[in-house]
């Protein structure tokens, strides 16, 4: 049952480029969700945190938003960066004592 | 350093026999979780305790997983006869209250290859 979806799956973009990473949910009932960097064969970074209260948040470089009558998250990225190439996935803890992960997207910057 | 520490980071072994990892949260975080995560995918929910009670297991936790987490401080998870499809990078995660909404803070992962 898939109920974390990632759009796109990997993203390959030049030095200096805007971009947005999307990503989806089926769980209305959300506590939270959270925006997590994973870089190659290493654990989970966490970026951002929004409270199912919340809109958005903002950390640097990087913006979180969360609409959740639309189920539906963006992370921005602003003026990204070759050390910013990582996968990057968001998570929402819901009615369950988990988290629930989509499969992340793979961001490549090129320098 | 303070934060989730995991051992060993890789570990490789043949089918059929048992493995155990071992986590080690922040310390006075009272929840520890463990997840699964397979090449590609996301993380997926093993198992979490509760200072040192297991309050919940997920249906991907068979009989040949087991995790404890003795004093509420380190946690163990032991694989019994392994095969290959576990295959996998197994991430542990601390956090600090009474629910799962709390910030969980992620180990580096031990990725286990079963030959």
């Known amino acids: 049952k898939q109920e974390v979806t990632q759009i796109p799956a990997a993203l390959s973009v030049p030095e200096g480029e805007n971009l947005v990473l999307n990503c989806s949910f089926t769980?209305?009932?959300?506590?939270?969700l959270q925006w997590f960097r994973q870089d190659p064969g290493k654990g989970l970074t966490s970026l951002l945190l929004i409270q199912s209260s919340q809109r958005e948040q903002t950390s640097g470089r990087l913006n979180a938003s969360l609409d959740k009558s639309s189920g539906r998250s963006t992370l921005y990225i602003a003026a990204s960066q070759p050390g910013d190439s990582a996968t990057y996935l968001c998570?929402?803890?819901?009615?369950?004592?988990?988290?629930?992960f989509g499969a992340g997207t793979r961001l490549t910057v090129k320098p | 350093d303070t934060g989730v520490s995991q051992d060993p980071r890789h570990k490789i072994t043949k089918r059929g026999q048992n493995v155990t990892f071992r986590c080690d949260p922040i310390s006075e975080h009272n929840r520890l979780y463990w997840y699964r995560q397979t090449l590609g995918q996301g993380p997926e929910f093993l198992t979490y305790f509760q200072n040192e009670a297991q309050l919940e297991k997920s249906r991907l936790l068979s009989d040949r997983f087991s995790a404890e987490r003795p004093k509420g401080s380190f946690s163990t998870l032991e694989i019994q006869r392994t095969e290959q499809g576990d295959s996998a990078m197994y991430l542990c995660?601390?956090?600090?209250?009474?629910?799962?909404?709390?910030?969980?803070?992620f180990g580096p992962g031990t990725r286990l290859t079963v030959l």
């Open positions: 998570a929402f803890a819901g009615g369950n004592n988990d988290m629930r």
């Open positions: 995660a601390s956090s600090f209250g009474r629910t799962h909404t709390d910030t969980q803070y």
């Open positions: 769980d209305s009932a959300i506590y939270n």
